[in-house]
């Protein structure tokens, strides 16, 4: 938790995946529940890193998931499950911390918040992980870290200097429900379903961003649990009626 800075992305595999959060509010790339994931090239991505043997493939793989850590179960290891097919091909990202084989690396220059060129919203959808000249191309659009605060889970802060031909590009699913509500520009979905906030004007802004549910969103549970509950209490009632049809 405190080798992982906040609003910062840890790739992680194995079983720590489906606990940590409840242990330590950091951000990674899978969760407690897979399916549950919105992004149409997260698994792509993580096969790339854990299963893939290219290592430049790999590290374009998190620079586009935005994982500025990772953390590597070796020999000695306590964990379980020993995801990682090749591990030699972390061995060029910096090593921050080592024990009981265990080592988590850092990628440098990779975050969830980077300026980036404004062409990597015409790079050609990948067909998959491995489309290497699709990936490659992505990669190159991105450009230095930019300022990203998460203020709760449903408002971000953005603090950003921006250039001609330049947008700010986020390694977060692009969600209309996400509105911008301070600054000025527009936010559109990239090639791999990333956000990218395209400024009106250049030069150094503040951007606020907020998560907003639709009616729906909550009126749907809501009807579907009145529905169970009626159910429940008119049990008795219901079920002769229906058992005579």
């Given amino acids: 938790k405190s080798d992982v800075g906040k609003g910062e992305r840890v790739f992680?595999?194995?079983?720590?995946?489906?606990?940590?959060?409840?242990?330590?509010?950091?951000?990674?790339?899978?969760?407690?529940?897979?399916?549950?994931?919105?992004?149409?090239?997260w698994a792509?991505?993580?096969?790339?890193?854990?299963?893939?043997e290219n290592e430049k493939l790999g590290r374009a793989w998190l620079s586009a998931l935005g994982?500025?850590?990772?953390?590597?179960?070796?020999?000695?290891?306590?964990?379980?499950?020993?995801?990682?097919?090749?591990?030699?091909?972390f061995d060029r990202l910096t090593i921050l911390k080592k024990s009981k084989g265990d080592i988590l690396y850092r990628a440098e220059r990779v975050s969830t918040a980077r300026i980036a060129n404004r062409?990597?919203?015409?790079?050609?959808?990948?067909?998959?992980?491995?489309?290497?000249?699709?990936?490659?191309?992505?990669?190159?659009?991105?450009?230095?870290?930019?300022?990203?605060?998460?203020?709760?889970?449903?408002?971000?802060?953005?603090?950003?200097?921006?250039?001609?031909?330049?947008?700010?590009?986020?390694?977060?699913?692009?969600?209309?429900?996400?509105?911008?509500?301070e600054g000025e520009g527009v936010?559109?979905?990239?090639?791999?379903?990333?956000?990218?906030?395209?400024?009106?004007n250049i030069g150094k802004q503040k951007f606020k961003l907020s998560y907003n549910f639709f009616w729906y969103d909550r009126g749907i549970p809501a009807l579907t649990s009145v529905i169970f509950i009626g159910l429940i209490v008119f049990y008795s009632k219901i079920f002769p009626f229906l058992k005579m049809r």
């Fill in 12 to 41: 992680l595999s194995g079983s720590s995946v489906f606990w940590i959060n409840s242990k330590a509010d950091v951000l990674q790339v899978r969760g407690g529940n897979d399916s549950s994931s919105v992004n149409p090239f």
């Fill in 44 to 52: 792509h991505g993580a096969y790339q890193i854990r299963e893939g």
């Fill in 67 to 89: 994982v500025s850590y990772i953390l590597v179960h070796g020999k000695g290891s306590e964990e379980p499950f020993f995801d990682f097919k090749h591990p030699e091909k």
């Fill in 119 to 181: 062409e990597i919203l015409q790079i050609p959808k990948p067909k998959g992980g491995a489309d290497k000249r699709s990936i490659y191309s992505y990669s190159r659009e991105l450009k230095e870290p930019t300022e990203l605060v998460f203020k709760s889970p449903v408002e971000i802060d953005i603090k950003s200097e921006v250039g001609k031909n330049e947008v700010i590009w986020l390694a977060m699913t692009q969600d209309s429900r996400w509105r911008l509500v």
């Fill in 187 to 200: 936010l559109l979905q990239d090639p791999l379903g990333n956000t990218v906030l395209k400024p009106k």
